[in-house]
Structure formats: structure tokens, C-alpha cells
């Protein structure tokens, strides 16, 4: 469908106050699932984000590894383990990680942002101690009711962002999107869940937002129930309905991504649905909005 | 007709290419005719150039008088003597019309800017001597085929435009509205018409684009054949339209602008139509443009 | 009378302290009186400006309206109502009140000291919304001894100034003159006392000194007793004078004025007379002084 | 063997002269060979290039890539065909190079840095496009004497070096870390010869020197005499020794290398070996030098 | 006599300008002669370029060694000989010499200055290498007519004067004091003629107005008739003079340093007489002026 | 003994982890005693002193007046009479004392900096009114066991330190090298002790580091056992010998300047042995250091 240029012109201007709203302000968001896999969902999450560059954001994107990973792995006849859902990393499953994250999967978002007319520059934790992380231990629970910690290698938390570098390239107009690798004490590269480092991050940077793309439409109060759609949410509504385990599975490190970022400092976090197209736009520049937002 | 949240991010997605283009860049707008009076049309000029600064253009407006002018000198009992088309203004009525446009006209759309959250700033040719002018000779026609110069008061041509304090307001980010009253020498004011100070403005800032707002479509090769309408000219031709008198009456100082402002440096100058909504954004920042462009 | 150029040395050595008191200091002037209307005291009072400008002073300038806005309301056939000594103020006499004060009087201003090779800027309070204003309510007092409030239309009182173009100005050495016209919220023009501008402005800018340019000499204890004057005075002092009745009258504003700019952060506030020749130059840089000032 | 304290200070303030002669410049490091593979000399390398900054010098370094591709390549089974000595590189062969230069051998040069208190960033050509490239084309002699051109994939030549990236980076006092991948017009990623990166690096950066880090000492009039070492020669000298097949081998890009960014306004461009342990400090900051040097 | 303060008001306000003519200038001051001697007149001109200082002129002031050099010597029982009328200067002299120049006048001056709220800064040529000088020969004639050279020592003539440091103090808005003492390739001092050193410094900083004052009133065409005096002359007049022989003497210097700082980019150089109260104010800020200038 | 490349640059690089703790940070340098009369020790001072320059320390140095003012004194036939141990200081006497020490030692100091392409800027207590001081009164005890005090003269005490100027030139890059005399309020030069002017430049720069140059190891627990030498003393230890007079003498003043520097926010103090060849940087760049240190 064309539209004439009248309504185009008009729709452009309904868009002012959204634009103002955002003007000089940081956004980070966390780009993975499906809007990281299609290639015209791709295309258009980059058209996205320039767009919100030129009307005067500053953008951060924080990336995951998407199915990538996993293939590069199998190609390298690695088996993996899994202890409570985290996959056990040893260095050479790490190395292959990086080397995927920062060497394949990075580059190609840098590339594509170059490529419509934003400098942008590729980053991982690694840069300028940008990320510095520790070693997480998975919980395990025993036959016997007890719990206990285990060694699950080089899967990392995050002890501290180091923000200077982002500042300095936002000021300079540039564009940083960020690999989920931390560095360690000794120098040790940490595979970290890109929810979690966008959650920081935006928390570093007192960020105005953080926009998690997902492959869900937002929260349901009853996810059988399409009219239970929630689309706003105060922590304690979230804390609330992670107890009573109405939030649980796949959702529980979105929702605790939003929780962390809210409570270091970001204004606002929102899971969004990354497999609709424009959703960063739709979010920001629409009455609509669209997924669920997470307020203090 | 109310459209859906996906169509309204896929057109602002479209424009993407057109705000780049205009990124950083001045754009002089000659703000007049009827969409200076109707206040419909006033309210969607005021937003194209709130939107305009805030996709990144730094645009200066420029005003002309309206009908305001005539209707105060009557209320004042003036009535005009006319030389050759052009208003004998004795210092009285220079003296009205600096009052109405200045204190006026200027101030509303200042106010108007303001309240749409961008810094607007009004100027006239006086302050920090923005466009020092002096006058201007009418030329008559004798009966016996000789010409002459006739004195007609206070109407001026531009003799040079001081552009320091538009880059320093500019620099610091608002938006400077200028009304067109030059100043003499002797700090007399002289009013001069407004297309002239729109395209000398636009030269001296070296501006990227001149808009000149009126109350028609453009220009035709037969004005009365709409299928001859002509949405590009060099300056040559243009020029050879005015030799051949294809180009006459009031569309005159139009094209007589556009070709000082880019003799004097503008990137180019379109004439269009202040009749039609939201014409400024139409022309800047979708596919079809509107009105017709001069250019080099 | 000439001097000998060893006097005029030695006299100009004279002022340095003076000058090293104010140097880089911010100085409100109230401008009005028969100082804005005899021309060779116009002349002089240009001249003191851009001599306290040359000497490192940061001046702004408030002006007033004069007799010049009952001219125009008198040629438009307008007659004005008064209560409780305030005009009422329709749409139409708060137009042209505008026009007058920001078309014509700041307009001349700004010329007279252009020429003076200063680089004047003349603003209203609409400009980058400078003077925020709310209707003003005028106190009746009724027969029955109780007090009501009138609405006398668009005059205004001020609710905040916004100093940030005045601070961008004075950086880049523009002189800022300020026409007494406030802006509501809604857009609309209100006509504001020009000595509580000065006020507020002085107080906003944190400045060193107002002065308040009159027809009178300054303060005295007994007004027919001209050796009863009084070159200082403490808030308290005056304060116990306007209880006392013993200031009375149009002294009343012009008081009030020194004691909301000294309440809101100005240094010292002057009643000065702007009939003197250079009035502004005695009270800054000679050790007489001349007028009566208000201190902590 | 343990020096006194005197012996270390002397030996420090000898070294005062060589400090001020880099101090403030540019020097652009290729990092590769023998020096990038043993751990104490990679270790050496690091402290080199840190101290090198402390002393004011502004180090980039471009890094090669070592058998570390090869390496993963063969794990991932793919053979590598060969045209006239260049690899011919499919589309699965530079994704895998891209993975092991950016993912893991820039992230651990990175990492090290960081480790000894420098901020070091981690880039490719692709990060604000710094290195533009396009396909190489490999030059065959065919048996009959004829030659002609044959795609051999990936393999990219310089087009343009955009320096703006770096120096915002070295502004900031960061140190860049740069793997020699190219973007191409169509966001392809193409592998460049590490030395030609440096090479056209440092020209672009009119850099002070380049230091060539090789596993030889240099060059020698006579390979088997090392009596014939050659610590400085011209280009004129060089081009000389080329022609008449005095240079030859795997020398030929080293030398080729230094003579492009000699031509492209690098000031030195130095061969040294990087085999011996703290070389760069030797070349830089001792009477003797090391290696061969190529001047105007 | 005491003037009204109306008289004074009016007179600053003459003075404008000229004020105006030098805001923003640098003015070199050669302070010698009876001024550097007689306290009150010492205190006259420390009075007067603070005032320049306060309207906007950046004043340098280079000091001569008035008698207290050859005091000094005499007390240190070294007596002088003079070869062409050029002490002859030997080790212990120019130690003498430069100890009373920079520790006793140079600190007197800067004391002074500070005590009337400048911030003063004493300098000497060796300060950042200020003044280069190399020895000046003696040029002597020989009964027979011919002319040779003589080794008188530690005098020096200047070689370059690095101005970055005079930059770097008045862009901070202190006032440099500087001493005529030379610094050689080898360290040593020289003592250099105060006229040229301010000449010199004159020229390098591209002043507005060199001002040597002397103890004569100026130039005069016939010395003995003061109705000859000249207040402007013409480099090509001053040359045609000392070719004639009508200026000699210890003019010779004074007009010599005046061709050399219009010759090296000053505006126009004076002198003018020391021993007239406030003479820098005098020839600056009145329209009488004093002395001889020597103009382009 | 000549050292090979390599052990110089194995050298350069242990000193690495000492540089990069000193980068950045200001330290005040006492220069006196022996290393200010030994030619050699002098020339190795003023390496040391460059060198910390070059590797990234903003470096004061404060110089004593050595046997110098003595040998002038007596040049000039005066004698000193000394109450409690400190000179009587006439107006002569400080008049020969300043002229010494900025003419002739501060001078030479600059000069040989100088030369060695850093650019120092010699200072006195009187630019800028770095060093604002008072008379210091010497305690006297009368044979009754009473005390009083004594006028000695131009013996002064600081009151301030101005630091504004030492900032403003070491931003610019200048070495700063100060003569101890002060200014009083009547413009007075004060002879002060250097070690007091060192401890209060330390402190009010927040110097990381005041260091002391002497003729002497530094502290001994028993001054005839050289195995009790104390490399490391508290504030309290130092207090607790003086009060038991483990230290006395000579030593007094400089571990009272220490503790004095301490006080005011130096970060620490230390007493080293001038006498020992680049005791500077043995102390700064060695893991042994030399001297005694006192901390908080």
C-alpha cells in the first residue's frame, strides 16, 4: 500500500512529540531472538536504530549470540553439558564464544550500521575493561534437599561496568554495540547473558531506557489469555507475580534484567516483541507503544 | 483515517534517508502568504519547523508582513501612494510597519515556536546590525520613453548582512525569527521585502537550502496548463524564462530571489506552496517533493 | 569649559577603583523617565552604557514604555479605564502596548547603541520564553471597607525568568535591552511594570547592581527639605519608611522594585536621577554618587 | 644478573634523549611473527608498548594473524588452495579468519594491555569503517608467457583509510589495537595482508615511524655474510636492491610495506626483529638500534 | 583643583573612543628613564597600565635598568670601560647587571603592579627561552680609516623572540614585566638594550602601539626651537633625518627601535615623555596625544 | 662501565610500574645543599628533573639560596648578626638576598632547564603574589628563663599561597622553578626559608609527593649506627623523636617542612641525599628508593 505524501507528512509530525521526548537521551537495547535471525527483521531493526541516532538519541546495542553459537560448536564436535540450565563452558567452548560474538556476529552488526550512514564501532567487555566479570556458580539442588554451588567454568556475572569509553564515543556521535563478553582479574573471557549486560549497562549510563527485543509479544497476566495483556508494570507488581510464579521460565531473566537495570538507575525497561517490524519505532515514536514496560 | 502503528513506523523509516541528507545542515525559510494568515496552516508551519530542528536541521526563518501592515495603516488613516508597484513609505508608515512587524508578527510566531518546546528567538535587521540596508530607487518610465529615479522613502535593499549572531543563536540552538526592517546607516529602519532578506540570508549563512512559502503550486511553462508544471530549473533557464517573459507579475521576485541566494552561495531554492499542509515536510523529507526548485 | 588633557588623564586614573569594583559584574538598568525622552539625555545614556560595557561591566537594559504607548492608543482612538491606578487592559491595548515597546522603543534602543559600536539585542519576554507571566489581579477596595479582586485584563506579574539567552548573550558580549512584555503559558502577551522587570531580572542574573533610572533625585526623609536627603538606606529602613507613609505615592513601585531584586539575590539597588547628565557614570565611577541606595 | 639503583637511574636518564625525541608522536607497531606466538616475548611486547605510551608516545598496533587461522581452519577441515602464494579465501574462509583475528587474537592483545593499566580498544576495518577495501585480484603467468588476473576471493587491497576513529581514540589517550579486516562497498569482509595495514596506517596517520616486527634482523647486503648488515638504506637504495633481486622472498612485502607508507608521509619505517626480547624499546630508546631502517 | 562630579562623568565619557580604538590591542610599553626613578611618577605609570589593562588592552611592559646597575658595580668597586659608547660587559658584570635587572627592578615593578589588584608576572629572556640573543661586536674606526669589530662581552642583540609564553600569560590575563636579558645557545646571559628588546617583543607580538618613554618631549625638527616639534613622522622621514644628521644622539637608539617594531609587523610606534604625569594615558586616551609618533 | 642495549632496555622497562604511578601527579622538589653547588650533582639534577617531565609528572622545584647570598653579602662589607639561630635581615641585607636568588640562582636554574628543552618559568613569591608572608619573630630566651620576641627584619613567614598561576602554567606545559621570598601586604620582600616555601607549594597543590634534597642520608635512629636507618617514619614516630630530640639540629626544619606538607594534603614527604647522583629518580623509578620517607 502507497501512501500520498499529505498523510506521510502528516504522520511525521504526530511524531514530534515523541521525538522530543527522547531528544539528548540514552537507550540501550538488547538485540537477539528472531529480530537477530531474519534477515528482513534485521535490516529493519538497523534501519531503527539510525533512525533513532538522527533524531537525536544515543543509542547503545547490546547483542546476544543467537543460534550461531551453538552451530560453531557442533561444527568443532563440542558436546555440550548443562547444570540448572547453564551450559557448562570450559575454555575451549569460551574461546569459540568470543570468537563467534565479537569475530562473526558483531562485526556484522557494525557492518550493517556502517553501512546506512552511522559510524558505528564494535565493542566487547574486553575494551577498555569495559565489563569486568567473575566467575558464576551454578545452584544445584540435591537429591537430598540440600543445595550446593557448582563450577560450570567460564559463564561470568558482572562486577563493574566501566563506562568512560562509552561516554567517550557517544559524545564523538559514534554508535557502540557491545559483544557479552567479560573480562576477568587474570584477564579470562567471560561468556555473560546479553540480558544481563544491557541491564547494567543502561543502569551505568543512567540510561532513560533499556528495550529488550524478544520473541514475545510482553507479559501476560494468564498466557493462555490474550486479553490479559499487561502493558505497564511496577517492580513490585513484577516481584509479585515472579513469587506466585505467574512470571516463570524464559521470561524470569527478562523480567530480572528490567528489575536490576530500574534499581542502578535506568528510567524505564521494556520487553518487546523484536519478531514485529519497527518495534523499537513502534515503542518509541507511537501513542501505541507496544510489549510491557516495567516502571519503579 | 486513522492509521495503524506499523504503517506510521514504516513511514517514519522511510523518511530516514531524507533526514540524513539534511543532517547539521541551515535551511532559510521565507515564511509568508497564506500560511501566515490561516491558522490552521500557521499551526502546521509552527510544527514542520519544530520537527525540522529536531531531526537536526538549523533552520531561520524569515517573515513577511501579511496583510497586517495595510490594515494598521488604515486603522491609522493612512492611505498609500504606489511608484512603480512599490509603497512610497514616508517615515511614518516605515515606523508602522516596524511596529507590526516587529512587535507583531514576529513576536506571535516566536510564541508559537516556544510553545512547541524548541528556543526561538526573534530578530530584526537592527539587532547587533543583522542586515544594514539603504534605500532603494524606484525606477519610473517617462512619458517620453526616458526613465528615472524617483525617491520613495524608506524601503530598503541590503547592503550587508553581519551573520554573527545567527551562528552564535544557532550554535547555542535556538531558532532565530527575523523580521524583515534593514538598518541605515544613520540607524534609520527601512522595511525591505521579505524574499530579498530570505535569500540573502540563506547566501550569507551558505545555507543548504532556500523554501520560499507562497500561494501558489510553482512555476509552469503555460501557467494555464497544470500538465506543464515544471519541478526543476537551472538558473539558466529560469533566466530565460524571465527574457522571454514566460516568468512575469508576481512570481517575479520570486525567482529573483532564488537566483541571488544561489549566486551567493545557497545549496538550492525551491518556491512552494504555503496553501498546502504540512508543505515544508512534504518538500524536505518525502520522495515526491513539492513546488519547484531552482538550481545551479 | 575645556579641560586640559592632564586633567582628563588624572581623571580617568581617578576612576580605577570604580572601574576595578564593577569589572566583569552583571548591572541591570532600569531605563526610563525623561531620560528616555530628551534626546540629548538619550544620547548621554548611550553613551554611559557602552563606556560601562568598554570597562568589563556586563550591562542589561529594561526599558519602559514612556508616553509613547497612550500616543498610539490615543491615535487608535482607544480611551483607557483605570483601577486602583492599574489601566485595564484589552486584547487590542495589550497589542498595542506590545507594538510600541518592542516595534518602536526597544527597536530605537538597540539602534542608538549599534551605532555606538556595541552589539545590542533587543528581546521581549517572549524570546526563548525569558519572562513568564501569569495575569495580574488588581485590589478594589469597596465601600463596605472589605477589598475584592478586579480582572483588569493582560497586565502581568511575573512567575520565573528564564536567564539562559541572557547568559548565552553576555558570553558572546551582546548587550541584551528587554522590552517589559511577558509571556503566558497560553501564549498570551502581558503588559509587565518595567521596574519589576528590572527587578527580577536582576535578581535571576544574580547581578552586582539595579538601577533604576527616574525623575527624581532619590529618597528623603521629608520631601521639602532637600537637605533631608538620603544616599542609603537599609531594606529594614525603607521598609519602616513605607509603613510610616513617609514614602508614598509613585516611590512606592520603584522601592518595591529594590526590595524584591535584593530579596531575589542583587547586590545593591540605586533610585537614581535620569535627568542628570551621565547619571549612571556619577553613581558607578565617581566617589560622590549620586541617589539614594537600597542595601541588606 | 641484579644492577645497583645507580646503575638503573643512569641507564634511565641516558635514555632522556630518545624520550623526547618521540614524545607526542605517532608510532604505528606491526605486530606479528615469533613475537606473537612465545609467550615471554608477547609478554615483552606488552611492557614495550605501555612504557611507550608512559612516555608520551602515541602507539597504534596492527596485529596479524599468526597460524592461529590455519589452525582453525584445519579443525574446521577446510584445505586451502593457493594462486601465485595468496590464499584463495571463500566466503566460510574470511568468516573464519574474521572469527580468530577479531575474536581472539585482537581480544587478547586487548586484554593484556588493559592488564598493564593502558585503555586499549579492540577494532577491525569494519569499526567506523576505518579500512575500505576491495577484492584483490592474484596475477598468474600463464605458459605462454602470457599473465592474467584470477579471483581468489576474499582477499582485500586498501582503498581508503578513514582515521577519524583513531584519532578520537588517541585524543582520549586510548590505545588502538587494529586486525587487518577490510569492508568492502557491500559490507564484505575481505582479509588484508597485516603489513600493508600498517604500512597504510601509518601514512594516513603521517605517523613518526613504523616499526615492523619480523623474525629476521633485518636486511643484509648479502644474506650468508651477516658481516653485510644493513642498518639504514634509502628508498632509492631499496628500490635498487629489489630490482636487481638483492631483496627477495618473504622480504619483498616487508620492504614494499615500508616503502607505501614512506609514500604516504610516514616519516621512518624500520624492520626489526622481533625475535629478540624488548626490541621495540631497543630500536626506540638506545644509541645502537636494532634492525634496518628505510629513510627518504 | 577639584572638579565637579559632572565634569568628571563627562570626561570618561570622552574618552570612549579611544577606549574603544585599543579594546582587545596588545600595547608594548618600553618603561625607562625618569619614570622608573621618580616615586611619584613610578606610582603615575603603574596607574596607568592597570587602567589600560581594565579597559581591555593587554599591556607588556619591558623595563630598562635606570641607574641602579652602574650603582651596583660601583659598590662592587668594578669600574667600566666603554668601547663606541658600549660598555664593555664582562662576566661579573652582566651577573651584576642581570641580579639588579630581574631581582631588584623586575620585582619591583611586579610588586607594584600587584599591589594595585593586576596579576603581574616577571619574566627575563630566559624564562621559556624568551629572548635569543648572540654577542653584538663593537664597531670601532680606526685612525686609518678603516672600521673592525671588538669583543665587548656580554652584550647581546637579539636572535628570536618566542613569544608562546607572552600568549599563554595575557590569554590568562596576567601582565608580563620582562627584563632586557638575553639568553644564548649556551646559556649564557646577555644584557641587551631595553629599547630594542621592546621593539623586538613589539614586533613578535604583532602589537597595535610600541610606547618607549624617554626623557625628551619627542622629535623636533630644529632641537632648539620648540615650535619645530614633530607629532608624526613617516618611517621614510625618521630614515631621511638620521641621513641628514637632524636626529642624533641618544635619539638614535629610540628611533632606530621604532623602524625595527614597525619593520616586524607593529602598528605604529611613540615616544613619548616619561616625565609627564599619567603620559600613557595621555597619548592613549585623549585626542591630544603626546610625542612623536613614527608611523608606517 | 658501558651496559648492553639489552640491559638498558630491560632497565627502562622494570621502571615501568613506577612511572605509571607517578603519571599525572605533581611533585614539589626542595633543591639545595650540595646539589646546588656541585657542577656535576647540578647537571644531574636537572636531568633528573626533565626526565620526570617527560614521563607524564608535573614537577615544582623550589630552590634555596646555598652559600651564594652569604658571598654577596660579604662582597658588599655587611655582616650578619643572627638571633636564635636565624639572620637579622635588614632592608639591604633582604634587598642582596632576593637579587642572589632570582637574579643570578633562580635565573641559572631556568636557564639549565632550558637547555634542555623543557620550558621552565622562573618565579618569585612576588608574581602573582604566589607567596604572601609576614615578618617572623624570633623567640628569644632570657637568662631568667623567660622568653620574647625578637624583630629580626625581612625574615618571613607564609600567610598564602596564590597557586592559581603555578595551575595555569603547568597546564601549559612549563616547569615552575620558585625563589623563597614572599610579598608582604606593603609590597615587601621576605627572605624565607625554602624548605617551609616547598612544604606549603606542596600543600596547597596537593602534591603527591614533597621531596627534599640535603646533604645528608636522611633520619638514623643513632645518628653514629648506620644499620639504624630508617627508610619509613609516621607522622607520630617523627613527632615522638622530636619531642625525645632523637632528631635535632639541622634536621629540625626539614622533617618540621615534612610534617607541615603532610598537614596541608601532600601525600608524602621525603628527606634524600642530594649528594648521591640522580637521587631523583633512584627515588622515584627504584624499587630500593633512597632517604627517609614520612607518611600519614
Known amino acids: 500500500m502507497e501512501f500520498s505524501a499529505e498523510v506521510k507528512a502528516s504522520i511525521l509530525v504526530d511524531a514530534l512529540p515523541y521525538i522530543q521526548k527522547f531528544y539528548g537521551k540514552t537507550i540501550v537495547i538488547k538485540y537477539g531472538g528472531n529480530a537477530m535471525i531474519n534477515d528482513d527483521l534485521k535490516n529493519k531493526v538497523m534501519h531503527d536504530i539510525v533512525l533513532m541516532k538522527y533524531v537525536g538519541i544515543r543509542p547503545i546495542i547490546v547483542h546476544g549470540g543467537g543460534p550461531d553459537i551453538t552451530g560453531f560448536l557442533q561444527k568443532f564436535g563440542k558436546t555440550s553439558r548443562f547444570v540448572s540450565g547453564l551450559r557448562v563452558t570450559d575454555k575451549e567452548t569460551v574461546q569459540i564464544a568470543e570468537m563467534v560474538l ?21 565493542l566487547s567487555g574486553k575494551d577498555a575493561d569495559l565489563i569486568l566479570a567473575k566467575k558464576k556458580k551454578a545452584v544445584i539442588h540435591n537429591e537430598n534437599g540440600s543445595t550446593g554451588e557448582v563450577d560450570i567454568g567460564f559463564v561470568g ?91 516463570n521460565g524464559g521470561m524470569i531473566p527478562k523480567v530480572e534484567a528490567c528489575l536490576c537495570s530500574l534499581a542502578k538507575g535506568t528510567g524505564k525497561a521494556s520487553i518487546i516483541d523484536g519478531r514485529q517490524a519497527h518495534s523499537l519505532i513502534l515503542e518509541l515514536f507511537t501513542s501505541q507503544g507496544i510489549g510491557t514496560q516495567v516502571i519503579r
Chains 1, 2, 3, 4, 5, 6 share one sequence.
Open 102 to 122: 565479537v569475530g562473526k556476529i558483531n562485526s556484522e552488526i557494525v557492518s550493517r550500521l556502517n553501512h546506512l550512514h552511522v559510524n558505528a564501532v564494535g
Open 157 to 247: 556475572q558482572i562486577e563493574k561496568i566501566n563506562s568512560g569509553l562509552l561516554n567517550d564515543l557517544l559524545d564523538k556521535n559514534y554508535v557502540p554495540v557491545i559483544a557479552p563478553i567479560g573480562t576477568g582479574e587474570d584477564g579470562a573471557s567471560y561468556n555473560i547473558n546479553a540480558d544481563y549486560v544491557a541491564a547494567e549497562i543502561a543502569g551505568a549510563m543512567q540510561a532513560e531506557k533499556l528495550l529488550l527485543l524478544t520473541d514475545v509479544e510482553g507479559i501476560y497476566r494468564d498466557y493462555n489469555d490474550k486479553s490479559t495483556f499487561l502493558s505497564t508494570l511496577t517492580q513490585k507488581q513484577v516481584q509479585d507475580m515472579i513469587n506466585k510464579r505467574e512470571i
